[in-house]
């Protein structure tokens, strides 16, 4: 998302806070733990010199040495222990410091490139593309086809088909191995990766939620929103009720230290946050296929009346969802099967008009 700039930020930031005092602490406990070590061992030294003096002097008895050595021990070990203990935890930092150079390591280079404003015309040529660690099997292969900026299109397929590796290109998670994808008629890889995902925000299959408020996972997309946007992009979502049913609302704590939301309910707050984010082009990976029909019609419908100049495409694979769509992209095995209209496609008699006969069978 667009806010990642900022959360990363934000990340970096608690990492310096934390790089701080964890080198204050390494200074304060090799201290602590030389002078620690010194002190345990002079004190037992001076008790066993004393206590010899007095066996000397005969004011105690041998025994009573070996009693009182023993006593020595039982207090001593146990502080050695302690300081081990401690030193392991500094050991457990060091490796949480090895961790945050790896972090750091890894950081993609969203930036160079072209910022451009996207008005959303989408045009695929030619494109092939293979997984790194499945170089000879491709998961799109020659995929050709153009979206007009404000048009829905669905893009329907069976499981593994490459529907989802298709959003993972346009969103520039990956790029081609072959061909091109242009956006207003720009080479795609030409453009930043910040500003790619800027204009294009996907609602993921599987979406992330942070252990944050509701309110404050669906703001993410976009922090100049006021709560009356949030509001608006939750009625679109159909998560207005829920959200009014929970006794904190929109404060409401999700994920680890909060409530656990369904399936539908998290697929529903990352259409929130795709809504809100106003981005130019919005793609929606099978984000309803955890609710009930009668919620999935009012999310379309409401989808559908969302600004005219939003491109929409709707990754699926029920017939029903993709009906109503302006062009519908039927992939198979990573190719284009056929594309068309409902009705365009059921006169085809190809795999959508089998598909749907077996669906509403179903149904
Ligand atoms: N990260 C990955 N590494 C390697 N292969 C992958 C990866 N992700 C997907 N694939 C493979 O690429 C092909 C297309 O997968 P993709 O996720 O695009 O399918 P899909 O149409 O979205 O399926 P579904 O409807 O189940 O979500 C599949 O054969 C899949 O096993
Ligand atoms: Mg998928």
């Known amino acids: 998302y667009n806010e990642e700039i900022y959360e990363i930020k934000r990340f970096e930031d608690k990492l310096k806070d934390y790089e701080n005092k964890y080198k ?5 406990s090799s201290f602590f733990f030389s002078s620690s070590d010194i002190f345990i061992f002079a004190t037992s030294a001076i008790a066993i010199i004393y206590s ?9 008895t041998e025994g009573t040495l070996v009693v009182a050595y023993t006593f020595i021990n039982m207090i001593v070990w146990p502080l050695r222990d302690t300081a081990t203990m401690l030193s392991n935890l500094g050991q457990a930092f060091a490796s949480a410091d090895r961790i945050k150079k790896l972090f750091l390591e890894e950081e993609e280079d969203i930036n160079s490139g072209i910022e451009a404003k996207i008005n959303g015309d989408i045009e695929f040529k030619n494109v092939s593309f293979a997984y790194q660690d499945r170089k000879n099997q491709y998961a799109l ?3 050709s086809f153009s979206i007009k900026k404000g048009q829905t299109v669905a893009i329907l397929g069976k499981t593994g088909s490459g529907k989802s590796t298709l959003l993972l290109l346009l969103t520039r998670l990956f790029d081609p191995s072959q061909g091109h994808i242009y956006l207003d008629g720009i080479d795609i890889t030409k453009i930043s990766k910040r500003c790619v995902r800027k204009n294009i925000v996907p609602v993921l299959q599987d979406p992330f939620l942070f252990s944050k408020s ?3 996972n669906i703001a993410l997309s976009n922090e100049n929103a006021s709560d009356s946007d949030i509001y608006k992009a939750t009625k679109i979502a159909d998560l207005d009720k829920t959200i009014e049913g929970f006794e904190k609302g929109f404060d409401t704590p999700v994920g680890e230290k909060g409530v656990t939301l369904s399936g539908g309910q998290k697929q529903r707050v990352a259409i929130a946050r795709t809504v809100l984010s106003k981005a130019s082009v ?5 984000s309803l ?11 379309r419908k409401s989808l559908a009346n969302l ?3 939003t491109t929409k495409i709707i990754i699926t694979s029920r017939i029903n969802s993709a009906k109503s769509a302006d062009k519908i992209i039927v992939l198979d095995k990573g190719q284009i099967e056929e594309i068309g209209t409902h009705e365009e496609l059921i006169k085809n008699n190809g795999l959508y008009e089998k598909l749907d006969k077996i669906q509403e069978r179903r149904q």
Do not use: G, P, Q
């Open 24 to 28: 204050k602490w390494r200074i304060f």
């Open 52 to 60: 010899l003096y007095l066996v000397y002097k005969k004011e105690i």
């Open 141 to 143: 292969k020659n995929i």
């Open 214 to 216: 509701i309110k404050d």
């Open 282 to 286: 919005m793609i929606f990976d099978d």
């Open 289 to 299: 296929s955890a609710v009930d029909s009668k919620t999935d019609l009012n999310i």
């Open 307 to 309: 600004d005219k100049r």
